[in-house]
């Protein structure tokens, strides 16, 4: 196929994924295109994104490979060093602990808002062409490249097509790749609170019959009246409990909340307005056809539980990297072996979190003494502790450079 666009790569989707894609490929000396329908929302600091991340070490480093750490660290993070899991049937909780595992923290919480500002304005910086607003409409390709339609009219041509339009994903349909999916019929509400006992840097998850309650720290810039007690939930609940909760009076919800908490970090107090998003297991059949990959969501949607969502989907990226210290092309046979390993560790991500909600989401007596008493020795037994929290951090124990106090 011709390039008379000259690009190497088109990105479809400007998300955290997608934008790291693409700045991922520019900074190998790519020609880079990115299209999305819409324009991202500035960062302020005024406005807390609801949606946040818990970003691993790996991740970490892969964004401080890419340049846009430091921005990112000096707007708004949360450092975790500490990460409580329980269950409400009993039994003693899971702890990982930074100092214990002889880590400097274990993660970051991080605005989804924020990521995509800051990625942005590195992907202005590097030239990578920008269409937006702009959605692709067809997509034509062959074994050297593709021929995109904007629905703007302009066409675009280049070597490869990267997909990170999310989960309802147009370019995968073009494509015709096919998705296997689970609807949980659970919904994940989200919301700021105040808790009364601080939040110690901790991330608090409590498994209860209904779905786990998640309670993540947040950076609350230094407010007096928040001080080290501002933190984000993540609550997962059936679809009608979802929406019970949604509608519930402030009064209510927080009362359930803290009970949902088993009452460990005291009454709660809203700070911002709830929203809730659809659970569901959703896995694309693979990750390469000719010139195109899905990366991220369009790829891969996966239960909340491990806070692995977008994880997973810089692990996609962090992939391409790997390949591309080998040349600035990427070649066919080295696109289908990153499908192949991306794909089995999408699956295999997908698959555990589902098998852990459905092992928690279940109060029957036998089950609920073994998973109290399985957490409990799995937080005494350090070589397993660290096993754990090797796997939620890409397989290995990464941490940017410039930042390993942050
Ligand atoms: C409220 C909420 C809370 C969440 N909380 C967590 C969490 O705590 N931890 C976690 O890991 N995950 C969480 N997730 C999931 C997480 O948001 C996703 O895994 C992650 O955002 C996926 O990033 P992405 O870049 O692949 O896709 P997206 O963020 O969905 O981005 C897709 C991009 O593609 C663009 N696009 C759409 N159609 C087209 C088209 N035709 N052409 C070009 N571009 C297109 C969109 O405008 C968008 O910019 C949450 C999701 C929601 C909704």
Not at 31 to 42: G, N
Not at 210 to 230: I, K
Not at 318 to 328: C, N, P
Request: glycine content about 10%; aromatic content about 6%; overall charge positive.
């Amino acid at each position: 196929m011709s390039r008379r666009n000259g690009l190497d790569a088109v990105i479809a989707g400007g998300g955290v994924v997608g934008a790291a894609c693409a700045l991922l490929l520019a900074r190998a000396g790519q020609k880079v295109a990115l299209v999305d329908p819409r324009a991202p929302v500035a960062w302020q600091r005024e406005v807390r994104d609801l949606r946040v991340f818990a970003i691993a070490p790996d991740n970490a480093a892969l964004l401080e490979q890419l340049g846009v750490w430091e921005a990112i660290t000096r707007a708004r993070v949360q450092a975790y060093r500490r990460m409580q899991v329980w269950d409400a049937g009993g039994g003693a909780p899971l702890v990982f602990d930074a100092d214990t595992l002889a880590q400097p923290q274990l993660g970051w919480i991080i605005e989804n808002n924020l990521l995509i500002d800051r990625l942005w304005q590195a992907l202005r910086e590097a030239n990578v062409r920008l269409y937006c607003p702009a959605k692709i409409e067809t997509l034509e390709q062959d074994e050297s490249g593709v021929r995109l339609g904007l629905d703007d009219g302009i066409s675009l041509e280049a070597g490869l097509v990267v997909a990170a339009d999310g989960a309802q994903s147009k370019l995968r349909q073009l494509a015709g790749i096919a998705v296997s999916t689970h609807d949980y019929e659970q919904r994940g509400v989200v919301a700021f609170v105040r808790s009364e006992h601080p939040h110690q840097a901790s991330c608090w998850q409590r498994f209860l019959p209904t779905g786990p309650v998640a309670l993540l720290p947040f950076n609350d810039d230094g407010e007096a009246a928040l001080q080290g007690r501002l933190g984000s939930i993540v609550w997962t609940l059936p679809n009608a409990e979802a929406q019970r909760l949604l509608d519930a009076p402030e009064e209510q919800f927080k009362r359930e909340l803290a009970h949902a908490l088993g009452g460990e970090l005291g009454a709660l107090q809203l700070q911002s307005s709830r929203a809730a998003f659809p659970l569901r297991r959703q896995l694309a059949k693979t990750q390469y056809k000719q010139r195109l990959l899905l990366v991220g969501d369009a790829a891969h949607a996966v239960h909340p539980l491990a806070g692995q969502g977008v994880n997973l989907g810089l692990r996609d990226v962090a992939g391409l990297q790997t390949l591309l210290r080998t040349g600035r092309t990427l070649s066919s046979a080295q696109l289908a072996r990153w499908a192949r390993t991306r794909r089995s560790d999408n699956a295999l991500g997908a698959y555990s979190f589902e098998a852990i909600n459905c092992a928690f989401s279940n109060d029957a007596l036998l089950p609920s003494l073994l998973r109290g008493h399985a957490l409990g020795l799995a937080g005494r037994l350090l070589p397993l502790q660290r096993l754990l929290w090797q796997h939620s951090n890409g397989g290995g124990i990464h941490a940017p450079k410039a930042t390993e106090k942050a």
